[in-house]
């Protein structure tokens, strides 16, 4: 069985309730001969769970409570993990030994961490954008845009574009950037926010 979880690096994942059905579809009585592991697939994190809860009907404690701490979350680097729990008892006949994994995400916590995302530079962009259009007209006004070239033997035409369609594009990217530039400095100048507290 595989599932999937997430959490902030730092937080507590689970808890995971865990059991291993006898052949009748029962659960057994625990923790009686009944042993469980907890481990994090290319890390130091494995250990012995001994925490046990109810049933899906609250009456008996016969599932094994599997989580990760705060501490050891904390360790992991952002990214996919695989989260190992196994339940064995080597006293039945057969042995029985039952593994679930969990596919666990792992995101950078921002309280409480120097944690800054990299947000996507829509301004830096559109300028680059724009400092291209601007080298291909200066090529266009030059007479240096290449229309034809010859490869392995075989003529090739290139379609350029045409210098209205670059004066267009021109025009549009620096509307753009305008509008950028408006909101960021709208942003700048934004009032802080009064919180009050009850």
Request: include cysteine; charge should be negative; hydrophobic fraction near 40%.
């Amino acid at each position: 069985m595989t599932e999937t979880a997430s959490i902030y690096k730092g937080d507590t994942a689970g808890p995971w309730r865990v059991a291993a059905p006898l052949d009748d579809g029962t659960l057994p009585a625990l923790p009686g001969a009944y042993t469980c592991k907890i481990k994090v697939a290319g890390t130091a994190i494995e250990r012995s769970v001994t925490d046990i809860g109810p049933d899906d009907d609250g009456t008996a404690n016969r599932r094994f409570l599997a989580a990760l701490t705060p501490t050891e979350t904390a360790t992991l680097a952002a990214g996919q993990y695989v989260v190992a729990i196994e339940i064995e008892n080597t006293g039945l006949t057969p042995p029985l030994r039952v593994e679930t994994h969990i596919i666990l995400t792992v995101s950078e916590q921002v309280i409480g961490s120097d944690y800054v995302p990299t947000l996507p530079d829509t301004l830096g962009e559109l300028r680059a954008d724009l400092a291209a259009v601007n080298a291909a007209i200066r090529k266009i006004v030059a007479g240096e845009m290449v229309k034809e070239v010859w490869r392995d033997g075989r003529r090739i035409v290139r379609e350029n574009p045409s210098y209205d369609m670059l004066m267009r594009h021109k025009a549009e990217l620096e509307r753009k950037i305008e509008e950028e530039g408006n909101l960021a400095e709208a942003g700048k100048r934004r009032r802080p926010i009064r919180l009050i507290y009850a």
